[in-house]
């Protein structure tokens, strides 16, 4: 039973377990972006704005440190992303150098 305020969403096919981590992670960054306070973050919760249920999150990952961890890592790779794009858009050295500065400050200002 679905109550106000929980998701729902659509079960995974066969062998895409890793889009329900991804949605795990995506849905603890909006929480974390909701409410600053990581003590507040719960595993439950993580799994009640995903859409599924709390022992879902226990098959990705052991514990909220774990969970953070990859919240982290998934940030810094899209920052990354975000610095190599903006480096490959240049024409020269200073060109590159210049545009990925603006892309990591474009990043931080835009998370």
Known sequence: ???SGERTRERNPQGEGTRLR??????AGRLLTADDDIDALS?????REAGVAAP???LH???KEDLLR???GAHFAALQRAIETGVASGHDPTSRL????????RYATDQ
């Open 70 to 72: 990859a919240v982290v």
């Open 56 to 58: 879902s999150v226990y």
């Open 61 to 63: 990952f052991a514990s």
């Open 1 to 3: 039973m679905v109550t």
């Open 43 to 47: 595993l439950r919760g993580v799994a």
């Open 22 to 27: 991804e949605e795990l992670i995506a849905a």
């Open 98 to 105: 210049l545009a990925g500065c603006l892309a990591y400050c």
